[in-house]
């Protein structure tokens, strides 16, 4: 299975290495200056599960453009940013050849759509990543807690092969791998959990463990956390029980500084996925009739938090 990997981060460049690993063959389609540096220096892994660096093969825009993609890939794996999706796309079509399928990684639903849109149903499988890794500024995947969770599935019958033999694939990398005959809910499971995560988090600019010492907190978070559970159950996506009580060990783990990217992201005067996590969580639940006030306000103080960055950059 030939598989490309759109960028090389804390999530593609993760998974892409752990791949390599195992002898796959994987590309990475990244800008010319982190092509540069991968081809030289290797990709890095910084991680609880063990260290290691793996030599990585690298297409850039400019190239394919110019040469064409290196091969006819099987798999394309998307992992930017929800607000880098429409440039990152772009970048990616020249290699997207006549039997490639799509794999996004990002957060929310939204962009389940667009990519249905622009490639068809049949062609985008679903995939949701739990980890929490960074680049280093020397360029390397730091994984910053042991979770590395890997699920993916097919939305048509039409792929279910190649979902599964990915799958299979992946079965044998030093990740958990996890495949969903339901694909859609396992996207639904983990946006209402990151959305409680990166609504709480941002809002009180503390780990879960602080802001639930207090049964005020305690309840707060639960509270935030049903708003999000209500979204789900109106949209015909009720989130299981088993599934509420993985991530209430998270959300509710005394003493845990476990936040989220967007509080780093939020901190670090970067850009952040509030429209994609919990703006379109809100306008979902103003569309349903339900009252979440808390989503709401979590919502509204990043829109003013990228207002005032915005202001300061002027």
């Known amino acids: 299975m030939n598989?490309?990997?759109?960028?090389?981060?804390?999530?593609?460049?993760?998974?892409?290495?752990?791949?390599?690993?195992?002898?796959?063959?994987?590309?990475?389609?990244?800008?010319?200056?982190?092509?540069?540096?991968?081809?030289?220096?290797?990709?890095?892994?910084?991680?609880?599960?063990?260290?290691?660096?793996?030599?990585?093969?690298?297409?850039?825009?400019?190239?394919?453009?110019?040469?064409?993609?290196?091969?006819?890939?099987?798999?394309?794996l998307l992992s930017p940013k929800a607000f880098d999706l429409e440039g990152a796309l772009k970048t990616l079509r020249p290699a997207i050849g006549a039997r490639t399928c799509l794999l996004p990684l990002l957060n929310g639903v939204a962009h389940m759509s667009r990519l249905d849109e622009l490639f068809g149903r049949d062609r985008?499988?679903?995939?949701?990543?739990?980890?929490?890794?960074?680049?280093?500024?020397?360029?390397a995947v730091k994984q910053l807690t042991p979770m590395h969770i890997l699920t993916e599935g097919a939305r048509s019958p039409a792929h279910e092969g190649l979902a599964h033999s990915f799958f299979t694939l992946c079965q044998r990398a030093q990740f958990t791998s996890v495949y969903a005959e339901n694909i859609e809910q396992a996207l639904w499971d983990k946006w209402t959990f990151l959305a409680t995560l990166a609504g709480s988090t941002t809002l009180c600019r503390a780990g879960v463990g602080s802001i639930t010492a207090s049964a005020e907190g305690a309840a707060f978070m639960r509270r935030m956390y049903d708003e999000c559970l209500e979204v789900a159950k109106r949209s015909n996506?009720?989130?299981?029980?088993?599934?509420?009580?993985?991530?209430?060990?998270?959300?509710?783990?005394?003493?845990?500084?476990?936040?989220?990217?967007?509080?780093?992201?939020?901190?670090?005067?970067?850009?952040?996925?509030?429209?994609?996590?919990?703006?379109?969580?809100?306008?979902?639940?103003?569309?349903?009739?339900?009252?979440?006030?808390?989503?709401?306000?979590?919502?509204?103080?990043?829109?003013?938090?990228?207002?005032?960055?915005?202001?300061?950059?002027?």
């Open 124 to 139: 985008v499988l679903g995939g949701v990543a739990h980890i929490a890794a960074t680049l280093t500024p020397e360029g």
């Open 3 to 76: 598989i490309l990997i759109l960028g090389a981060g804390g999530v593609g460049g993760y998974f892409g290495a752990r791949l390599i690993e195992i002898g796959a063959d994987v590309h990475f389609l990244v800008r010319p200056q982190r092509a540069e540096r991968l081809r030289s220096e290797g990709l890095q892994i910084l991680s609880p599960h063990g260290d290691l660096r793996v030599d990585a093969k690298v297409v850039t825009e400019e190239g394919l453009q110019k040469n064409g993609p290196p091969c006819e890939f099987d798999l394309a």
């Open 237 to 314: 996506q009720s989130v299981s029980d088993a599934a509420q009580e993985k991530a209430l060990a998270i959300l509710m783990e005394p003493g845990s500084g476990f936040t989220a990217s967007m509080l780093r992201d939020l901190l670090s005067g970067g850009r952040t996925e509030h429209e994609h996590i919990l703006g379109d969580m809100v306008h979902r639940a103003h569309d349903l009739g339900i009252d979440a006030p808390l989503m709401g306000a979590a919502y509204v103080h990043m829109l003013a938090e990228s207002a005032s960055l915005k202001s300061k950059g002027a």
